[in-house]
T-cell receptor
Framework: SQELEQSPQSLIVQEGKNLTINCTSS?????LYWYKQKYGEGLIFLMM?????EEKSHEKITAKLDEKKQQSSLHITASQPSHAGIYLC???????????FGGGTRLMVKP | EAQVTQNPRYLITVTGKKLTVTCSQN?????MSWYRQDPGLGLRQIYY???????DKGDVPEGYKVSRKEKRNFPLILESPSPNQTSLYFC????????????FGPGTRLTVL
């Protein structure tokens, strides 16, 4: 099955700083999803990327998928305490019906 | 309001006592799935269903059963729970059967003693 490595595993930033989380796949990504999870709660969908070179933004969060479709990054600009949580990348299998997740990146934002 | 509900939200049980975690959705989604989340292992898929009466194994199906008799419900059954099934469980749904956003339930925290 597809393996996804996320880095860093955890991150503490000062409020207002920018940060980047990476997600690297051992295989070509057919669909790459970013989710956010508040501790112990359900996952909230952020963005989905499918095409090589694709970039999407929502508020202060930008996600990119590289041209080779094996790496994605999630960038947060001017971080706020509300951005704190666990960020997970997930990837579809070739048929688009099974998701494999990375181990997650735990983000803390210090006021 | 679009919802995925899970019950119970918290459960403490003993080894070998059969239990069912229910999942229900009101979005008329074809696809439903169960995941478990464990520290250091991330989120792993247990079973998924692409429509009524169609279920398939995910990455970690051992010790679990599912059924999909109605579109809105996808219960997870543990016939003989063991301590290694202590975990946080999530149900998820998706419109269509591929390449779409999955909507996650709030989670069920299960402890098997």
């Amino acid at each position: 099955s597809q393996e996804l490595e996320q880095s860093p595993q955890s991150l503490i930033v000062q409020e207002g700083k920018n940060l980047t989380i990476n997600c690297t796949s051992s295989k070509t990504l057919y669909g790459l999803y970013w989710y956010k999870q508040k501790y112990g709660e359900g996952l909230i969908f952020l963005m989905m990327l499918q095409k090589g070179g694709e970039e999407k933004s929502h508020e202060k969060i930008t996600a990119k998928l590289d041209e080779k479709k094996q790496q994605s990054s999630l960038h947060i600009t001017a971080s706020q305490p509300s951005h704190a949580g666990i960020y997970l990348c997930g990837a579809d299998n070739n048929a688009g019906n099974m998701l494999t997740f990375g181990g997650g990146t735990r983000l803390m934002v210090k006021p | 309001e679009a919802q995925v509900t899970q019950n119970p939200r918290y459960l403490i049980t003993v080894t070998g006592k059969k239990l069912t975690v229910t999942c229900s959705q009101n979005m008329n989604h074809e696809y439903m799935s169960w995941y478990r989340q464990d520290p250091g292992l991330g989120l792993r898929q247990i079973y998924y269903s692409m429509n009524v009466e169609v279920t398939d194994k995910g990455d970690v199906p051992e010790g679990y059963k599912v059924s999909r008799k109605e579109k809105r419900n996808f219960p997870l059954i543990l016939e003989s729970p063991s301590p290694n099934q202590t975990s946080l469980y999530f149900c998820a749904t998706m419109r269509g059967v591929s390449y779409n956003e999955q909507f996650f339930g709030p989670g069920t925290r299960l402890t098997v003693l």
